[in-house]
């Protein structure tokens, strides 16, 4: 079973810029045909979905969040990361980062997920 590991800082100060990183155990970014997605729970709430990257690199993200985030894969280190720009108190969460069940597409259904990375943006 693949598993995935989140990474990054615990707190920003609001206005900067998040930049999480997973780590898949395996070299299948691209040969599993997969998307790879970030998924934070905000506090209270349930997951919203952020955006993903597909297996051969495009990208998809959530429309009201389109102008504050990029993903990208480095696939030397079996990594996919998360940047989100210009951030705010309410982007406060645990971020998730999961593997999407789908083959060549989005399904929203996701069959391997991190353990989640509490990040806190302070005012």
């Known amino acids: 079973q693949v598993q995935l590991q989140e990474s990054g800082p615990g707190l920003v100060k609001s206005s900067q810029t998040l930049t999480l990183t997973c780590t898949v155990s395996e070299d299948i970014l691209t040969t599993s045909y997969r998307a790879w997605s970030w998924i934070p729970q905000l506090p209270g709430k349930g997951l919203e979905w952020l955006g993903a990257i597909l297996y051969e690199g495009s990208t998809y993200y959530s429309p009201s969040l389109e102008s504050r985030i990029s993903i990208s894969m480095d696939t030397s280190e079996n990594q996919f990361s998360l940047q989100l720009r210009s951030t705010t108190p309410e982007d406060t969460a645990v971020y998730y980062c999961?593997?999407?069940?789908?083959?060549?597409?989005?399904?929203?259904?996701?069959?391997?997920w991190g353990q989640g990375t509490q990040v806190t943006v302070s005012s």
């Open positions: 999961a593997r999407d069940r789908g083959l060549y597409w989005l399904r929203y259904e996701y069959d391997s």
